[in-house]
């Protein structure tokens, strides 16, 4: 708390540094866990924001202001509320299928737009119960997003977790053996752009998933998979670089195959 190095900052100062470093024609919209729905960061955005709240947090109806003007300061909060308490014995639930996760699911959501403490402006806070088994309270400043809208923005996030899993996984993007600052940095940014490349290639399908006779995939290959046959491709450049362009084979086979009959 005491060191004024920028390294040191709060994550949601350095998040909101970054978030205005970025020069955008529209006010977009963040999407961030739980740790991101504090007020000092979304009052200091001053945008739109959606987050997670946990399901033991409160909220206040809007102060009632017409009754007769009593001395002091006015109203900032009217009735105090159990969040997950209200929405769950809300009348107006109701049942929807979105995408999200991959797949097609059910769930039951209650909302109600409220106040909450020290935040700015009001939010809509949304409670999704069937997917997950204590349900899961989001919130919004945006009064214009829907319920199935901010369902469907929230579950994209879960992408960053798997991200950050083959990052340190697959890549050792976090395994450096540098010290300085700036030599962290740069092993950082060339970890990034080499995962970011591997998976432009898995989802533009250059390279297939790997099967099996008892297994077989669906979807895009692994970061791991595009990493190995990235592997054995440039291998087999360096084996037969010597070659003329008019040895090697003008149709595509299996990269194994392709080896094995030039090689030979």
Not at 63 to 80: A, F, I
Not at 87 to 102: D, T, W
Not at 140 to 156: G, K, R, V
């Amino acid at each position: 708390k005491d060191c004024k190095d920028s390294l040191f900052e709060p994550k949601w100062k350095i998040a909101l540094a970054l978030r205005n470093s970025l020069k955008l024609p529209v006010q977009p919209l963040l999407v961030g866990d739980n740790y991101y729905s504090s007020a000092d960061m979304v009052n200091a955005l001053n945008g739109k924001v959606l987050s997670r709240l946990k399901c033991t947090a409160v909220g206040y109806d809007e102060p009632d202001l017409s009754s007769e003007k009593k001395r002091g300061r006015p109203k900032k909060y009217g009735t105090k509320l159990k969040l997950k308490a209200v929405l769950e014995a809300c009348p107006k639930q109701r049942q929807v299928e979105v995408f999200i996760y991959g797949e097609l699911k059910k769930a039951t959501l209650s909302e109600r737009i409220v106040r909450l403490r020290n935040h700015n402006k009001p939010v809509r806070v949304l409670l999704v119960q069937g997917l997950t088994q204590e349900g899961m309270m989001l919130f919004t400043n945006d009064l214009e997003l829907s319920p199935e809208q901010m369902m469907t923005y929230y579950s994209a996030r879960f992408q960053i977790e798997l991200n950050f899993r083959e990052l340190k996984g697959s890549m050792g993007a976090f395994n450096y053996r540098v010290r300085s600052r700036q030599s962290i940095h740069n092993y950082l940014h060339i970890a990034f752009v080499a995962y970011a490349l591997q998976k432009y290639i898995s989802v533009s399908g250059a390279i297939k998933p790997q099967e099996t006779s008892w297994y077989k995939p669906t979807g895009d290959a692994s970061p791991l998979h595009v990493q190995r046959a990235l592997s054995q491709h440039f291998q087999a450049l360096r084996i037969f670089e010597g070659l003329q362009k008019n040895q090697l084979l003008q149709k595509n086979i299996d990269l194994d195959e392709f080896m094995r009959v030039v090689a030979a």
